[in-house]
């Protein structure tokens, strides 16, 4: 057997969070760099109107985000628990539900989506401008979506079952291809939004050949076998226990983000939601590149806690803590001290320039706390801990953000939507923090 993750418990913390967050980084910044070149194609191959449609497609990408994280976060946290006690067999099963779980769940949004897509869009912020849009962009998407959640599903197995590098070559794959294909597609063939989305779903499907590739070998540790695609409900339930962290944090973003589009579209008019577009794409890369990081801390975190051995635990959730806030400080100074600069990457329209360069700076004010609450978010889904995991991903998006989105545009206007992101990061941070330290000392004492 190979990819027995055995090094989790022996080798150098420090240097197992370079080995394994690395290739997590590096994936998630690839794919956040995706993200922005899909966005600059876009915005200068079919033009500003084709941004704000962009931006109106989030609530409905984060979604699809909150499905997926809900089977593969739960999966691959327990999948690494299940490591730490050796039990390989019920590794091997959580991954073959994993998969028959994202063609079932993925199916049933290929149908609800087609169906009322125009209803969700509207919903999500559209105007009769952007709606053509937007609707163009998802109908070539949502074709591929069963091999979307396939990849980025079974991308979070292979980090967890010792193969992060592997998982890093898929999504650089991934991006390589939509690079190539994009400007073909949208300038080369004139598709416009159904080129960018058609070059995503390509792209993906074919790095998943690469991901069933690598789980069919059975020199693997964790493999393709018989019997582990028929649905365990006992290991589901504990899985989307796991995994309900992050999907109500995705599905609250949904809300935040129809909230905020239709707002912005009764503030600001589709400049101000094009503005929102950028700004997203660019905090998108900082965000991700902490995820990132987290990813390659929870199967130290999950193992090890597993393995009842905390204090290598403890080590990975400090060392984590601070090189998120390091990531975070950066994409803070450059929000602040270069807007204009990185706006102008994605249009050459100088009013959604302003408006954009405007709204970063009021937006990435509290980016520097981002670390924290990301870390000791994914810290508590690593260890179980389910609803302080659930609480502290609902408390921006939900019990924070919702309340100041409400309020502040009545006083601000279009600078109230801005203000109340870094106003509620901020209040989150602090109860973060504090929920993390009580806890922290409560674990302490296992250890000792």
């Given at each position: 057997m190979i990819n027995k993750p055995k090094e989790l418990e022996t080798e150098s913390v420090s240097r197992l969070l370079l080995k394994y967050a690395l290739?997590?980084?590096v994936a998630s910044t690839v794919m956040s760099i995706f993200n922005?070149?899909?966005s600059i194609f876009i915005g200068h191959g079919v033009g500003t109107l084709g941004l704000s449609g962009l931006a109106v497609l989030l609530p409905l990408m984060n979604m699809m985000i909150a499905f997926s994280t809900l089977v593969a976060i739960g999966g691959a946290n327990l999948m690494s628990i299940r490591l730490g006690q050796k039990d390989y067999k019920s590794a091997n099963v959580i991954l073959g539900n994993v998969v028959t779980l994202s063609i079932i769940y993925a199916t049933i949004l290929i149908i609800v989506c087609y169906t009322f897509l125009d209803k969700i869009l509207i919903l999500s912020g559209a105007s009769a401008e952007t709606l053509p849009y937007a609707r163009s962009f998802m109908q070539v998407f949502l074709?591929?979506?069963?091999?979307?959640?396939?990849f980025f599903n079974l991308n979070a197995m292979l980090r967890s079952s010792a193969a992060p590098k592997k998982a890093m070559i898929a999504t650089i794959g991934m991006v390589f291809i939509v690079v190539i294909l994009n400007p073909i597609f949208i300038f080369g063939l004139k598709m416009g939004m159904r080129g960018s989305a058609l070059a995503t779903v390509l792209s993906q499907a074919i790095?998943?050949?690469?991901?069933?590739?690598h789980f069919n070998n059975k020199n693997n540790c964790i493999h393709f076998q018989k019997g582990i695609f028929k649905l365990r409900w006992n290991m589901i339930s504990k899985m989307m226990s796991i995994g309900l962290s992050p999907f109500f944090m995705n599905?609250?973003?949904?809300?935040v983000v129809i909230i905020i589009t239709n707002s912005l579209t009764r503030y600001g008019g589709d400049m101000a939601v094009g503005a929102y577009g950028i700004i997203n794409r660019f905090l998108f890369l900082f965000v991700m590149v902490v995820i990132g990081l987290m990813q390659g801390m929870q199967p130290?975190?999950?193992?090890?806690?597993g393995a009842r051995l905390y204090n290598r635990a403890f080590k990975a959730l400090r060392l984590s803590i601070m090189f998120a806030t390091v990531i975070s400080v950066i994409g803070f100074l450059l929000g602040e001290f270069f807007p204009h600069m990185i706006t102008s990457m994605f249009t050459t329209d100088k009013q959604l320039t302003e408006i954009a360069a405007s709204g970063m700076r009021i937006m990435m004010m509290a980016v520097p706390l981002l670390g924290i609450q990301v870390i000791s978010t994914g810290f508590f889904q690593s260890i179980?801990?389910?609803?302080?995991?659930?609480f502290l991903s609902l408390l921006r998006q939900l019990i924070l953000i919702i309340p100041a989105l409400l309020i502040f545009p009545l006083f601000f206007g279009l600078n109230g939507i801005w203000m109340s992101i870094?106003?509620?990061?901020?209040?989150a941070a602090i109860i973060s923090v504090t929920i993390l330290m009580y806890n922290y000392k409560q674990l302490k004492k296992l250890a000792n």
């Open positions: 290739p997590s980084i922005i070149v899909d074709a591929g979506v069963i091999f979307t959640q396939l790095m998943l050949c690469y991901q069933l590739h599905l609250t973003a949904c809300v130290i975190v999950g193992y090890n806690y179980g801990y389910v609803k302080t995991a659930i870094p106003v509620s990061d901020t209040l």
